[in-house]
């Protein structure tokens, strides 16, 4: 989860088409590969930053979890989480 994956990559080292992977996540969790990827890196940010604390980094929490910015992190978090991670774990 923490490096960049795609679909097609993922798809090569299971021996099957990326229509078909996604087909499987759809039937079985209801998102596609790429969505379930970024609810596991949503997941294991909060994970770190409620075992390392609050003075982790958000920009170092967001690289080590496969986002390319501190922006993009916070972004897709608030999309999927409805409020940024400041505000998450400021709450904590």
Do not use: W
């Not at 409805?82 to 505000?87: C, H, V, Y």
Request: hydrophobic share 35%.
């Amino acid at each position: 989860y923490m490096n960049k994956l795609s679909v097609e990559e993922i798809s090569k080292e299971c021996g099957a088409s990326p229509r078909y992977i996604n087909k499987v996540f759809v039937e079985n969790l209801n998102m596609n590969l790429s969505t379930y990827i970024t609810y596991m890196r949503i997941n294991k940010s909060i994970e770190i930053m409620l075992e390392k604390g609050k003075d982790y980094s958000l920009t170092e929490l967001a690289l080590d979890v496969g986002f390319s910015s501190l922006q993009h992190y916070s972004k897709v978090f608030k999309e999927k989480m409805g409020f940024t991670p400041t505000k998450y774990f400021n709450a904590l």
